[in-house]
């Protein structure tokens, strides 16, 4: 099993900035893709940005130009920082790791606990 340890979240007013982070240990798996989602209240889960082993990034459009994915693989370590966070970003935050077994190479995801993000005056 893979844990994945977050922090970062916290209480903040529009217009100011935080940075998540999550940090995964004892693999068992190999990790290529890791991100980040989020859930608000009455709302599906969302990814929220993800980033390859590669350093590839993707975002949803609502958060592009204002958050930035990015990932120290000697550390196992993704990173999420959001600058200019509005009311509609509150949401618990999920960390995501997706890779492959290394025995066996058949896929498999881990999930971290969830970090609260709270935007408001």
């Known amino acids: 099993q893979v844990q994945l340890v977050e922090s970062g979240g916290g209480l903040v007013q529009p217009g100011g900035s935080l940075r998540l982070s999550c940090a995964a240990s004892r693999s068992i798996f190999s990790i290529n893709v890791m991100g980040w989602y989020r859930q608000a209240p009455g709302k599906e889960r969302e990814l929220v940005a993800d980033i390859t082993s590669g350093g590839i990034p993707s975002y949803t459009d609502s958060v592009k130009g204002r958050f930035t994915i990015s990932r120290d693989n000697a550390k196992n370590t993704v990173y999420l920082q959001m600058n200019s966070l509005k009311p509609e970003d509150t949401a618990v935050y999920y960390c995501?790791?997706?890779?492959?077994?290394?025995?066996?190479?058949?896929?498999?995801?881990?999930w971290g606990q969830g970090t609260q993000v709270t935007v408001s005056s």
């Open positions: 995501n790791v997706r890779g492959t077994y290394y025995l066996t190479k058949v896929p498999s995801e881990s």
